[in-house]
Nanobody, 121 residues
């Protein structure tokens, strides 16, 4: 069984930063899987934020490009989402997810429980 657990959410002011963590357990996922971050705001559909591949290649949604960064520490089986210059519209529950190489961003297999990020103006 594979588990993903996010942490690091909280309430901040606009312009501040947060770093979310996603720890994987059950298998060594971080190195060989593609790890993605998603978010869901109240009343909205889940939105893709970004991902990191097994060669540390990254890809971001236009809405966060230049402000958010994804990295990983394979020794800790952890993926990070560094969020800078936060805006009120970044308020959402943030989820990490994992999928196999060769699949698409609509085919994530494993999901965490989510962590709340609230940005006030």
């Amino acid at each position: 069984q594979v588990q993903l657990a996010e942490s690091g959410g909280g309430s901040v002011q606009a312009g501040e930063s947060l770093r979310l963590s996603c720890v994987a357990s059950g298998r060594t996922l971080v190195t060989y899987y593609i790890m993605g971050w998603f978010r869901q705001a109240p009343g909205k559909e889940r939105e893709f934020v970004g991902r990191i591949g097994w060669i540390s290649d990254t890809y971001y949604a236009d809405s966060v490009k230049g402000r958010f960064g994804i990295s990983r520490d394979s020794a800790k089986n952890t993926v990070y989402l560094q969020m800078n210059s936060l805006k009120p519209e970044d308020t959402a529950v943030y989820y990490c997810a994992a999928r196999l190489p060769g699949t698409t961003d609509s085919e994530y297999t494993y999901w965490g429980q989510g962590t709340q990020v609230t940005v006030s103006s």
